[in-house]
């Protein structure tokens, strides 16, 4: 793996981009800024599924009340 790093064109005004000389892709070498774009990531999601769970457990607490209001009449 080290062979292909060293293999990289750098890019000129990106310290951390590199381009391959076999398919010509840019290459982000940045490991920090990649870990933490995937921590930002999860941390994300799970703030996504927690959302969720509170919406459907609000809705269940409505459908409660409702019941107990429509017993109450």
């Not at 609000?58 to 429509?70: F, H, Q, V």
Request: aromatic share 2%; net charge negative.
């Amino acid at each position: 793996m080290m062979d292909e790093v060293q293999e990289l064109i750098p890019v000129e005004g990106h310290t951390h981009l590199g381009r391959d000389p076999h398919s010509n892709a840019i290459v982000n070498m940045d490991k920090q800024g990649y870990q933490a774009y995937i921590q930002a990531r999860n941390r994300n999601s799970r703030k996504e599924e927690e959302i969720t769970e509170l919406r459907a457990e609000i809705d269940e607490l409505k459908s409660m009340m409702r019941e107990l209001l429509e017993k109450n009449k």
